[in-house]
């Protein structure tokens, strides 16, 4: 008998043939990726591409944290990590603004580069956006290897929907989760959920980049097939 309450073979099939989609759109724009149906198979490819060794720096990702792979890089015990959210083995935010841009600064002449992303679409375009600019500088020029991890949540389908993404979900989400659980001021996202393109001081809405081409591939993108970040 035939138990129609149970999807998850057919949501693992979706996942993987839209993923699938977006890799190859991506593979066009010279932009190497890979699959992982769940977080442990993307800790383990993610683990897989960093050689032992070499220097690691990491922007603030929901997407990172929920992988545990910077816990994983510390256990290795051979790399130097510049992470501006990260002290002694703990999530943590940075004591004051300019610590935060000092250590960002130093993980931008890493030998690897981690970041989580906002959006990528089925055309094959990387979409991020910053309040420091950090990440996106991370990954348009300076560490010699970019690994972007994406759940499949992160998929959209041009451009117009990845800015759409950003501005609807990713944005008032992120803003709320800094002043719930980091104590900072509350943009008007963080109260209503809605983006009015303000001008507080707090607005994590500053920069944003988009990738549509790289001419050498540093950037080498992950998707896993569950929702992930923000």
Same mark, same amino acid.
């Given at each position: 008998?035939?138990? !129609?309450?149970?999807?998850?073979? #057919?949501?693992?099939?979706?996942? !993987?043939?839209?993923?699938?989609?977006?890799?190859?759109?991506?593979?066009?724009?010279?932009?190497?990726?890979?699959?992982?149906?769940?977080?442990?198979?993307?800790?383990?490819?993610?683990?897989?591409?960093?050689?032992? &060794?070499?220097?690691?720096?990491?922007?603030?990702?929901?997407?990172?944290?929920?992988?545990?792979? +910077?816990?994983?890089? #510390?256990?290795?015990? @051979?790399?130097?990590?510049?992470?501006?959210?990260?002290?002694?083995?703990? &999530? @943590? =935010?940075?004591?004051?603004?300019?610590?935060?841009?000092?250590?960002?600064?130093?993980?931008?002449?890493?030998?690897?580069?981690?970041?989580?992303?906002?959006?990528?679409?089925?055309?094959?375009?990387?979409?991020?956006?910053?309040?420091?600019?950090?990440?996106?500088?991370?990954?348009?020029?300076?560490?010699?290897?970019?690994? $972007?991890?994406?759940?499949?949540?992160?998929?959209? $389908?041009?451009? #117009?929907?990845?800015?759409?993404?950003?501005?609807? +979900?990713?944005?008032?989400?992120?803003?709320?989760?800094?002043?719930?659980?980091?104590? =900072?001021?509350?943009?008007? @996202?963080?109260?209503?959920?809605?983006?009015?393109? @303000?001008?507080?001081?707090?607005?994590?809405?500053?920069?944003?980049? +988009?990738?549509?081409?790289? +001419?050498?591939?540093?950037? !080498?993108?992950?998707?896993?097939?569950?929702?992930?970040?923000?």
């Amino acid at each position: 008998m035939t138990i !129609e309450t149970d999807m998850t073979r #057919e949501e693992e099939w979706y996942k !993987e043939k839209l993923a699938q989609r977006c890799l190859a759109a991506m593979k066009r724009n010279n932009i190497p990726g890979y699959y992982a149906p769940n977080r442990q198979q993307a800790l383990s490819q993610i683990l897989d591409l960093i050689p032992p &060794d070499v220097t690691i720096g990491a922007g603030d990702s929901v997407t990172l944290s929920q992988v545990g792979i +910077i816990e994983e890089l #510390e256990k290795r015990g @051979c790399h130097q990590i510049f992470d501006p959210f990260r002290k002694a083995g703990e &999530d @943590c =935010m940075p004591a004051s603004f300019r610590e935060l841009v000092e250590t960002g600064k130093k993980a931008l002449f890493t030998d690897v580069f981690l970041t989580g992303l906002n959006a990528i679409t089925l055309d094959g375009k990387i979409v991020n956006t910053d309040r420091t600019g950090n990440r996106a500088s991370g990954l348009v020029f300076g560490p010699k290897k970019v690994i $972007a991890v994406a759940g499949i949540n992160k998929i959209v $389908a041009n451009l #117009e929907e990845a800015l759409a993404r950003i501005r609807q +979900i990713a944005a008032p989400m992120n803003a709320h989760r800094h002043h719930i659980k980091h104590d =900072m001021d509350a943009t008007p @996202c963080a109260v209503t959920g809605i983006c009015v393109d @303000c001008h507080h001081p707090r607005r994590i809405c500053c920069y944003t980049v +988009i990738v549509e081409y790289q +001419i050498t591939p540093r950037i !080498e993108l992950v998707i896993v097939g569950e929702e992930l970040g923000i």
